[in-house]
């Protein structure tokens, strides 16, 4: 999945965490982000922290990488 904005990325977070069985309730016991963080992530919010999204990605098995495009 190609992410263009705060929305499609959370979308792959969702698509990721509900595909593991996880809820955003264990997910926020593992990592120590609450779980209103992780809904505003899931949703699109465009404030979330950037550090805070990377590090639940990567804890998902995301990896987040930047390309330059043609």
């Known amino acids: 999945m190609i992410v263009t904005d705060a929305r ?10 509900k595909a593991l069985g ?3 309730t ?5 990592t120590g982000i609450s779980i209103s963080f ?4 899931e949703n699109g919010k465009a404030t979330i922290e950037l550090e805070k999204a990377i590090r639940v990605a990567n804890l998902l098995g995301l990896d987040c990488s930047l390309t330059a495009r043609g």
């Open 26 to 30: 264990f997910l926020s016991g593992f």
């Open 22 to 24: 996880y809820t955003q």
């Open 8 to 17: 499609s990325f959370g979308e792959a977070v969702r698509e990721r965490r």
């Open 38 to 41: 992780i809904s505003d992530l």
